[in-house]
Protein backbone atom coordinates (compact mmCIF):
# COMPACT_ATOMS: atom_id res chain seq x y z
CA UNK A 1 0.00 0.00 0.00
CA UNK A 2 1.38 3.24 -0.80
CA UNK A 3 1.92 6.03 1.67
CA UNK A 4 -0.89 8.59 0.98
CA UNK A 5 -3.24 5.29 0.80
CA UNK A 6 -2.21 3.92 4.22
CA UNK A 7 -2.10 7.47 5.98
CA UNK A 8 -5.81 7.85 4.12
CA UNK A 9 -7.03 4.67 5.06
CA UNK A 10 -5.62 5.24 8.88
CA UNK A 11 -7.17 8.34 9.01
CA UNK A 12 -10.55 7.45 7.47
CA UNK A 13 -10.55 4.76 10.09
CA UNK A 14 -9.84 6.62 12.72
CA UNK A 15 -12.53 9.68 11.76
CA UNK A 16 -15.53 6.98 11.09
CA UNK A 17 -14.38 4.38 13.87
CA UNK A 18 -13.08 6.72 16.89
CA UNK A 19 -13.25 4.19 20.06
CA UNK A 20 -10.82 1.62 17.54
CA UNK A 21 -6.85 1.58 17.27
CA UNK A 22 -6.46 1.95 14.53
CA UNK A 23 -2.55 0.69 14.75
CA UNK A 24 -3.93 -2.45 15.71
CA UNK A 25 -7.48 -2.77 13.94
CA UNK A 26 -7.52 -2.18 9.97
CA UNK A 27 -10.45 -4.29 9.18
CA UNK A 28 -12.49 -1.12 7.79
CA UNK A 29 -11.94 -1.00 3.74
CA UNK A 30 -11.29 1.82 2.01
CA UNK A 31 -13.90 1.13 -0.63
CA UNK A 32 -16.26 1.22 2.10
CA UNK A 33 -15.61 4.59 3.20
CA UNK A 34 -17.12 6.82 -0.02
CA UNK A 35 -20.47 7.34 1.39
CA UNK A 36 -19.57 8.48 4.95
CA UNK A 37 -16.30 10.12 3.09
CA UNK A 38 -18.50 12.75 1.23
CA UNK A 39 -20.11 13.89 4.56
CA UNK A 40 -17.01 14.37 6.75
CA UNK A 41 -15.72 17.71 6.47
CA UNK A 42 -12.56 16.75 8.69
CA UNK A 43 -11.93 14.00 6.28
CA UNK A 44 -12.01 15.81 3.46
CA UNK A 45 -9.62 18.27 5.04
CA UNK A 46 -7.11 15.38 6.34
CA UNK A 47 -7.56 14.16 2.37
CA UNK A 48 -6.76 17.68 0.71
CA UNK A 49 -3.66 18.25 3.46
CA UNK A 50 -2.32 14.16 2.78
CA UNK A 51 -2.25 14.83 -0.87
CA UNK A 52 -0.22 18.27 -0.69
CA UNK A 53 2.24 16.28 1.68
CA UNK A 54 2.69 13.91 -1.24
CA UNK A 55 2.87 16.24 -3.76
CA UNK A 56 5.50 18.54 -2.10
CA UNK A 57 7.50 15.26 -1.38
CA UNK A 58 7.33 14.52 -5.34
CA UNK A 59 8.10 18.04 -5.61
CA UNK A 60 10.22 18.68 -8.51
CA UNK A 61 13.34 19.48 -6.01
CA UNK A 62 16.46 19.15 -7.35
CA UNK A 63 20.07 19.06 -6.61
CA UNK A 64 21.57 22.57 -6.68
CA UNK A 65 22.03 23.76 -10.21
CA UNK A 66 25.69 26.18 -10.43
CA UNK A 67 25.27 29.29 -11.48
CA UNK A 68 24.36 33.35 -10.36
CA UNK A 69 20.53 34.04 -9.07
CA UNK A 70 19.32 37.39 -9.07
CA UNK A 71 16.59 37.83 -6.45
CA UNK A 72 15.90 41.13 -7.81
CA UNK A 73 17.38 44.17 -6.88
CA UNK A 74 20.83 43.87 -5.22
CA UNK A 75 20.01 40.53 -4.39
CA UNK A 76 22.17 37.76 -5.69
CA UNK A 77 23.43 33.87 -4.97
CA UNK A 78 25.78 32.48 -6.79
CA UNK A 79 26.42 28.92 -6.29
CA UNK A 80 29.97 26.68 -7.25
CA UNK A 81 30.50 23.32 -7.25
CA UNK A 82 33.70 21.19 -7.09
CA UNK A 83 33.85 17.48 -7.81
CA UNK A 84 30.65 15.80 -6.47
CA UNK A 85 30.52 16.66 -3.28
CA UNK A 86 31.85 20.22 -2.89
CA UNK A 87 29.45 23.31 -2.94
CA UNK A 88 29.53 26.95 -2.02
CA UNK A 89 27.65 30.12 -1.79
CA UNK A 90 27.87 33.43 -2.34
CA UNK A 91 25.44 35.67 -1.47
CA UNK A 92 24.68 39.21 -1.48
CA UNK A 93 22.10 41.76 -0.74
CA UNK A 94 24.07 44.45 -0.73
CA UNK A 95 26.25 46.29 -2.97
CA UNK A 96 29.18 46.13 -0.71
CA UNK A 97 28.46 43.42 1.06
CA UNK A 98 28.78 39.33 0.26
CA UNK A 99 28.86 36.30 2.74
CA UNK A 100 30.88 33.04 1.12
CA UNK A 101 30.00 30.01 2.84
CA UNK A 102 30.20 25.33 2.71
CA UNK A 103 26.70 24.64 1.89
CA UNK A 104 25.64 21.22 2.69
CA UNK A 105 22.35 18.79 2.32
CA UNK A 106 20.40 19.09 5.93
CA UNK A 107 20.25 15.65 7.33
CA UNK A 108 16.38 15.95 7.98
CA UNK A 109 15.31 17.03 4.15
CA UNK A 110 18.30 16.23 1.61
CA UNK A 111 16.39 18.26 -0.72
CA UNK A 112 17.75 21.17 1.40
CA UNK A 113 20.92 22.45 1.27
CA UNK A 114 21.69 24.68 4.86
CA UNK A 115 24.43 27.82 4.55
CA UNK A 116 27.23 26.60 6.84
CA UNK A 117 27.76 29.84 9.84
CA UNK A 118 24.54 31.89 8.21
CA UNK A 119 21.84 30.35 11.15
CA UNK A 120 18.61 28.82 9.85
CA UNK A 121 19.03 30.00 6.16
CA UNK A 122 18.84 27.15 3.79
CA UNK A 123 18.18 26.92 0.04
CA UNK A 124 16.38 24.44 -1.89
CA UNK A 125 16.56 23.84 -5.87
CA UNK A 126 12.87 24.48 -7.26
CA UNK A 127 13.53 23.49 -10.77
CA UNK A 128 16.74 24.52 -13.22
CA UNK A 129 15.95 28.04 -12.99
CA UNK A 130 14.79 28.82 -9.47
CA UNK A 131 16.25 28.60 -6.50
CA UNK A 132 14.53 29.28 -3.18
CA UNK A 133 16.34 30.61 -0.37
CA UNK A 134 14.57 31.25 3.20
CA UNK A 135 14.56 30.38 6.88
CA UNK A 136 14.64 26.15 7.77
CA UNK A 137 11.49 24.81 9.64
CA UNK A 138 12.10 24.07 13.55
CA UNK A 139 12.15 20.21 12.67
CA UNK A 140 14.69 21.36 9.93
CA UNK A 141 12.19 19.63 6.76
CA UNK A 142 10.89 22.58 5.11
CA UNK A 143 11.58 26.36 4.26
CA UNK A 144 9.22 28.97 5.32
CA UNK A 145 9.29 32.91 4.15
CA UNK A 146 11.45 31.88 1.08
CA UNK A 147 12.33 33.90 -1.46
CA UNK A 148 12.58 33.08 -5.46
CA UNK A 149 16.21 33.78 -7.44
CA UNK A 150 15.71 33.12 -11.32
CA UNK A 151 19.03 31.64 -12.39
CA UNK A 152 20.95 34.76 -14.73
CA UNK A 153 23.88 32.61 -16.06
CA UNK A 154 27.45 32.38 -14.23
CA UNK A 155 29.48 34.93 -12.99
CA UNK A 156 33.23 34.50 -12.74
CA UNK A 157 34.92 32.48 -9.90
CA UNK A 158 36.40 35.22 -7.35
CA UNK A 159 39.06 34.52 -4.66
CA UNK A 160 36.78 34.02 -1.79
CA UNK A 161 35.19 31.16 -3.69
CA UNK A 162 38.10 29.44 -5.01
CA UNK A 163 39.17 29.38 -1.39
CA UNK A 164 35.64 27.83 -0.25
CA UNK A 165 35.99 25.36 -3.01
CA UNK A 166 39.79 24.39 -1.79
CA UNK A 167 38.80 23.83 2.17
CA UNK A 168 39.04 20.61 3.55
CA UNK A 169 36.78 21.89 6.50
CA UNK A 170 33.48 24.10 6.43
CA UNK A 171 34.39 28.08 5.22
CA UNK A 172 32.43 30.74 6.13
CA UNK A 173 33.49 34.40 5.36
CA UNK A 174 32.02 38.06 5.19
CA UNK A 175 33.29 39.94 2.59
CA UNK A 176 32.86 44.11 2.77
CA UNK A 177 34.57 46.01 0.40
CA UNK A 178 34.50 49.88 -0.08
CA UNK A 179 33.14 51.75 -2.79
Not at 18 to 38: C, H, S, Y
Not at 45 to 73: F, I
Not at 149 to 176: D, H, W
Request: glycine share 6%; proline share 6%.
Amino acid sequence: MSKLANLFHTAASSQLNPGINTAIDRTVKPETLKPRLARSPLMLRVVATLTMLCLAESAVAKPLQPGTYWGGGSRYITIMRQGSDRMCYMGSSHPNKAVVASIFPVRENPKLYSVYGVGRIALLQQDEKTLLFGALSDRRTALMRASAYRMEGSRALTEELKQCLNARKPFYKQIVSSR
